[in-house]
């Protein structure tokens, strides 16, 4: 029932109060899956039983996407399809609730226009959710870790059927490692944000205001989960997702995350590290560092990173609205990406770390120096650059050009030896000519992007661009969006032909997702579920594979976004 893996824990010895079945659908992007893990954990911790099947649910939940319009028709077709469930079809559903981004932006006309949905959770109401779902009473910890891993056996038996995801089996070898200390987790651990100049700025400037929006609450999302957060992993055994971040302070004129998920707001390294352990400690060998900008992690936390000598004496002198606070040392700076990473890339049993959604502007030499010194660290770099026009850019409210592009770029490649870059383009935004689009043709093909997905223009209500003028029409945007992409799969068939002859590590996933015939995986260069697979046909000298365990592999073939390997040991 589930667009994602949804899980079912395996029934806990009866006890005196109500355990009902929770079925969950999840929508949107990793961010989103979080929390849908979150809230499944909230849930199970406090007695619910979760099932994959929706006939068999007594309470629905489907956590929604409003991004972009398609994102918006999907999120409520299937509330509509998760209300035949409570009416029809002989379902045992007695609950709708709806949560997620749809909720921030249109509460009350959910509520009005889809009577069925019982109850609805925003993105910063997740603790909400017991509520929501009758469950106020927390069970008893089962054990000391916040995650539930489920063994493949288990997996056959509750798996989605929508989307399977083949694990190993509980005492497989990979999954005896235990989480070890580590003298880089001794960071300060503070609860206490200080604050991001950027982001109180534009909130005086309205970048954040929910006036216009009928039913929105006053008070933005401020919700983060901790590392305490109970939460049911529904991503295959070896990979999982930290969300190091939530908010976004950005004031870009086509986006309405802001509104939705609130200022930017970073979680504690010390926090981050104990989650990452666990999850190693779980069988977890790739992790995967998200939040709507990355690399603005630690701008809003208090300074608790030592200064070095060299570093005090080049500090320029500040504002005294820039001080610090009394009481605070002076010879400390804020946490940043790059100390995050220096924190987690050691990790015992880490086999692979990487973080998504880089902001131009915030990819820092230390930042750079940091994922080549490291090998664990994956050298991979997803920067949504969203356009190349500078005077397109202007109307984003993001800045930037093609030259000053390719100058991080050429940058960023000579100090990262073979980088790996990913991004995003929206084309047809309001005034976007040919002369425009034509720019960002010229810079695609400068810039010899590995993996690049393009987005159609759409205008959201709330948005800054949705007042703009001189809109694109949709036949010209969605011609844009093809030939981009047609351009793009040329240069990605060349890059993917040079891979023919290599050998790589392989993170094997299971059977093929289109035939039988043929397993895959993912190499280093990939990233989870958003660029292309290695496709095997040679088990090589083994006569199966273990699904999330890795291989040495040689590429035989390429495709335009897929190659083709075998085994070889």
């Known amino acids: 029932m589930s667009n994602t893996p949804t899980l079912e824990i395996p029934t806990a010895p009866e006890t005196e109060f109500y355990r009902p079945k929770v079925g969950f659908v999840s929508l949107g992007c990793p961010k989103n ?116 891993i489920l063994t493949s056996a288990q997996i056959e038996r509750h798996a989605s059927s929508v989307n399977q995801h083949s694990r190993p089996e509980g005492d497989s070898p990979q999954l005896r490692h235990e989480a070890e200390s580590s003298s880089l987790s001794s960071i300060p651990y503070s609860l206490s944000p200080a604050s991001r100049a950027e982001g109180d700025a534009r ?19 401020s919700y983060l989960y901790s590392d305490e957060t109970p939460r049911i992993l529904t991503t295959p055994r070896a990979s999982a997702y930290i969300k190091i971040a939530e908010g976004c302070d950005h004031p870009c004129s086509f986006c309405i995350i802001p509104q939705l998920r609130g200022k930017f707001r970073s979680r504690p390294i010390a926090s981050i590290v104990a989650e990452a352990k666990s999850l190693i400690a779980q069988g977890v060998r790739e992790i995967t560092l998200i939040g709507q900008d990355t690399t603005c992690y630690g701008e809003d936390l208090l300074p608790s990173i030592p200064l070095h000598t060299h570093e005090v004496s080049s500090r320029p002198k500040r504002s005294e609205a820039e001080r610090p606070a009394v009481g605070t040392a002076t010879n400390l700076r804020r946490p940043e990406l790059a100390d995050l990473l220096e924190a987690l890339a050691p990790l015992p049993g880490l086999k692979w770390l990487r973080f998504l959604y880089a902001y131009p502007n915030k990819i820092t030499t230390r930042l750079l ?12 770099l997803d920067v949504p650059l969203q356009h190349a026009s500078a005077s397109v850019l202007r109307r984003m409210k993001r800045g930037g050009s093609a030259d000053r ?26 005034g976007e000519t040919e002369e425009d689009f034509a720019e960002l043709m010229t810079f695609v093909e400068a ?101 999330g365990t890795f291989y040495r592999a040689e590429i035989t073939e390429s495709h335009d976004y897929d190659v083709v390997a075998r085994i070889i040991e």
């Open 369 to 380: 120096e940091t994922i080549a010194r490291h090998d664990t660290i994956a050298k991979y």
């Open 447 to 547: 810039a010899r992007i590995d993996w690049l997905g393009v987005f159609s223009y759409s205008d959201e209500e709330g948005a800054g661009a949705f007042a703009l003028d001189q809109k694109v029409p949709k036949r010209t945007i969605e011609s844009r969006r093809k030939k981009l992409m047609k351009l793009q799969q040329k240069i990605s068939k060349r890059a993917r032909a040079a891979w023919v002859g290599c050998e790589l590590d392989i993170l094997v996933e299971g059977e093929s997702e289109e035939t039988e015939l043929l397993w895959q995986g993912r190499s280093l260069e990939m990233a989870p579920e958003i660029d292309g697979k290695v496709l095997i046909n040679d088990f090589g000298p083994h006569e199966s594979l273990v699904p």
């Open 33 to 148: 899956l979080v929390d849908s893990e979150v809230m499944m954990g909230l849930l199970h911790r406090s007695g619910a039983e979760l099932t994959p099947r929706a006939e068999d649910a007594e309470i629905l939940v489907v956590n929604t996407c409003s991004f972009i319009d398609s994102a918006k028709q999907e999120s409520v077709d299937t509330i509509l399809e998760m209300v035949q469930h409570k009416i029809a079809n002989g379902g045992r559903a007695q609950r709708l609730i709806v949560a997620g981004c749809l909720v921030e932006r249109y509460r009350d006309e959910i509520r009005k226009n889809i009577p069925e949905v019982d109850a609805v959770v925003g993105t910063g109401e997740l603790e909400a959710i017991l509520e929501a779902a009758g469950l106020n009473r927390p069970a008893p910890a089962e054990n000391n870790s916040p995650f539930a």
């Open 203 to 221: 909130e005086q400037a309205g970048r954040f205001s929910r006036e216009a929006w009928d039913g929105a609450t006053a008070a933005l999302p």
């Open 405 to 430: 592009f390719l100058q991080i770029i050429d940058k960023a490649r000579a100090t990262v030896p073979g980088l790996v870059l990913r991004t995003s383009f929206i084309v047809g935004f309001p």
